[in-house]
Nanobody, 124 residues
Framework: QVQLVESGGESVQAGGSLRLSCAAS????????MGWFRQSPGKEREGVAG???????YYADSVKGRFTVSQDGAKKTLYLQMNILKPEDTAMYYC??????????????????WGQGTQVTVSS
C-alpha cells in the first residue's frame, strides 16, 4: 500500500506559477510509476504528466513547455511545477502511483493509488 498526499493548490492569476507536491508514504521504497492528473467539473480525469522510476517524463500536449514534473532525491515526493498558468488549467489535481509498468502514463486506470487532490484555480 502507498499513501499519497497532495499539496500546493491555490488560486492564482493567469500567467502565474504554482508548485504542487505529492508526498508518498507507506510501501513507497519500492519503485513507483507516478503521474499527475486533473479533473474539472463535468470532464473526465486527464493525464497531465508522468514520471517513471528511470526518470523518464511525459507531458500532455496542453502543458508541454509550461509544466515540469520532478522527484526529490529520496524519491518520496513528486512535484509538478506549473508556469504560465491559464484559466483552462483550473481543475482538481491528483497524484497517482502504481508499482506496475503499464506504458499508459495518461490512463487513470493504470494507477492503483491516488491522493485526495488539491484544487488549482486560475483566474483571467
Amino acid at each position: 500500500q502507498v499513501q499519497l498526499v497532495e499539496s500546493g493548490g491555490e488560486s492564482v492569476q493567469a500567467g502565474g506559477s504554482l508548485r504542487l507536491s505529492c508526498a508518498a508514504s507507506g510501501n513507497a521504497n519500492r519503485a513507483l510509476y507516478m503521474g499527475w492528473f486533473r479533473q474539472s467539473p463535468g470532464k473526465e480525469r486527464e493525464g497531465v504528466a508522468g514520471f517513471y522510476p528511470s526518470g523518464v517524463t511525459y507531458y500532455a500536449d496542453s502543458v508541454k513547455g509550461r509544466f515540469t514534473v520532478s522527484q526529490d532525491g529520496a524519491k518520496k515526493t513528486l512535484y509538478l511545477q506549473m508556469n504560465i498558468l491559464k484559466p483552462e488549467d483550473t481543475a482538481m489535481y491528483y497524484c497517482a502511483a502504481d508499482f506496475r509498468y503499464s506504458g499508459r502514463w495518461y490512463d487513470p486506470s493504470a494507477f492503483g493509488f491516488w491522493g485526495q487532490g488539491t484544487q488549482v484555480t486560475v483566474s483571467s
